[in-house]
């Protein structure tokens, strides 16, 4: 069997800060049913903290 070379890393919110994308999406399902929304601070505070 042939091996493959392989290169992992973590982008989110270590190359990239995803917490405004995420906060958009929340909010966007939030207000289509009707729910508070969050600001970016609150969806970073619930993020990120591993599994």
């Known amino acids: ?3 493959k070379f392989t290169i992992l890393f973590d ?3 270590t190359l990239v800060d995803t917490a ?3 906060m958009l999406a929340h909010n ?3 207000k289509r049913f009707n729910y508070p929304t969050k600001s970016t601070e609150d969806i970073r505070s619930l993020v990120g903290k591993g599994a």
């Open 1 to 3: 069997m042939k091996q």
């Open 11 to 13: 982008l989110d919110g």
């Open 20 to 22: 405004p994308d995420l």
């Open 28 to 30: 966007h399902v939030m």
